[in-house]
Each structure stands twice: as C-alpha cells, then as structure tokens.
C-alpha cells in the first residue's frame, strides 16, 4: 500500500460515524442483515464545496429512494470534529449495491457492519480492510 493510501484508510478507521439519532450505524442491525454506509460528498477523496456536495447527497438520496433501499442519515466526522462528511446507512442492503451506488457517486469505499464484523470495503478492486 502506498503512504497516502494508507494514511486515509487510518482516517476511515478512526472516524466517528453517527446515525441522526446520534447511534453508531451498527445499531440499525436488524436480524442478522447488513448495514453499509456511504456517502456522496468529495468523490475520489477531494475536497468539494459545500453546495456541490449537497447537491451530490439529493443525487443519493433520491436513487435510494428509486430503489427502495431502507436509508438513515448518518455523518463521518473526525474526533476534533475539523471533518465532517453527510451520508447513509443503507439497512439490510447488499455489498454489491452499496458499492454499485458508491462508484457511481465517485466514492473511494465503503463501511459495512455485520453482527460480527466492522470492514471497509473499497470501490475499486472490492478489497476487504477489517477494523
């Protein structure tokens, strides 16, 4: 792996993901199905304006929707707060749609949570990083 990558794989690690009702997004497990989170907000990993991102979230939002997929609000943010990204938890979804949904957003990778497994996954290569 490469520094850079290697460094924001550690800082997906140490995020702090919170559901709107202030949950961590393993909380939604319902039944033994899956949660995965994503987001649209700075795809491939740069920095986009506030108005872009937001406009990039209703795209999301409303595919979700079109599908019938089950989704929370749920925000990646750092420790110090000096990050903060808007997504989803998609409840009792698969890895393939969640990554389909991700890579169509631009996005780098993906959480899953399972009963007995905390992972990122990434987009490109569907690479498994457990944590």
């Given at each position: 792996?490469?520094?850079?990558?290697d460094e924001l794989i550690a800082t997906w690690k140490r995020a702090v993901l919170e559901t709107a009702s202030g949950a961590?997004?393993?909380?939604?497990l319902e039944e033994g199905l899956g949660v995965h989170v994503i987001t649209a907000?700075?795809?491939?990993?740069?920095?986009?304006?506030?108005?872009?991102?937001?406009?990039?979230?209703?795209?999301?939002?409303?595919?979700?929707?079109?599908?019938?997929?089950?989704?929370?609000?749920?925000?990646g943010r750092s420790a110090d707060n000096s990050w903060r990204e808007e997504g989803w938890s998609l409840v009792g979804s698969n890895r393939e749609l969640a990554l389909a949904l991700a890579k169509r957003c631009g996005q780098l990778a993906i959480y899953e949570f399972s009963p007995t497994a905390s992972r990122i996954i990434m987009c490109d290569s569907g690479e498994i990083i457990d944590f």
């Open positions: 792996m490469s520094g850079a990558r961590h997004p393993r909380s939604l907000w700075n795809p491939g990993g740069q920095l986009s304006d506030l108005e872009r991102n937001r406009q990039a979230d209703e795209v999301l939002e409303r595919a979700l929707g079109d599908l019938g997929v089950r989704h929370i609000r749920t925000t």
